[in-house]
């Protein structure tokens, strides 16, 4: 988050920020415990704000 708030993200970083947006995708799902499963979905919804402005790039 630092990284968007002093000028954003580089292609680099887009990149990482939505393949760790894909693994919670991913995990999230899996986890049975309530408080764990609200942990992850919130995470992800933070990745996913942080993330919006950018397109993911084909590497």
Known sequence: MQRELNGGLDDRSVAFLWGCIADLDKIAPLINEECCASYFTNLRTMA????????????
Not at 48 to 59: D, G, K, M, N
Request: positive net charge; hydrophobic residues 50%; charged residues 10%.
């Open 48 to 59: 996913q704000v942080a993330a919006s402005p950018y397109l993911p790039r084909a590497i």
